[in-house]
């Protein structure tokens, strides 16, 4: 009867666990759709959140060196990373 009561104790804890992970893992989600801008066009599912702010950090990364490289011209700058993204 212990072990019973043992087993049950720590399926409560388990699912207690994944209940504040998956919260936790919405409310990240939640604010990278604000940060992205996403919140306007309701709902969206975890995959499309993760590909756009892959896509966000990427493109933020190749105007970056683009600017770096380049000047304050943002056209040039534009137009080089647009060529260096293309294969």
Known sequence: NNLTEYSV???DQAR???RARR???ADLFK???VLLG?????RQDKATIIRLAMAAVKAEKILKQGLVVFGDDFNTAYLCAVLAASP
Not at 38 to 42: D, I, K, T
């Open 9 to 11: 104790g720590r399926k």
């Open 16 to 18: 207690e666990s994944a």
């Open 23 to 25: 919260a936790a893992e």
């Open 31 to 33: 604010q990278l759709e």
């Open 38 to 42: 996403l919140s306007s066009f309701g």
